[in-house]
């Protein structure tokens, strides 16, 4: 069974130094585009969950469930 890489291009062989600096690079890309659209990623999530029911919610208050 052939394997498929990981990543859709051949990377580069890297130092171990300049791995982790392009890790350090890219969490900081990623931290950025966070904080810049944070509120449009929130907000988009948000519409796309469904709605959560109070599962033990009662009408009548005078005979509870238990």
Known sequence: ???QPQIPIEPP???DEAASQLLEFLYDIL???ENHYGHQ???YQEADELPQ???FASDDEENPPF
Do not use: N
């Open 53 to 55: 029911y109070d599962l």
């Open 31 to 33: 931290t950025a585009f």
């Open 41 to 43: 990623l929130r907000r």
């Open 13 to 15: 062989r890297l130092t």
């Open 1 to 3: 069974m052939d394997q």
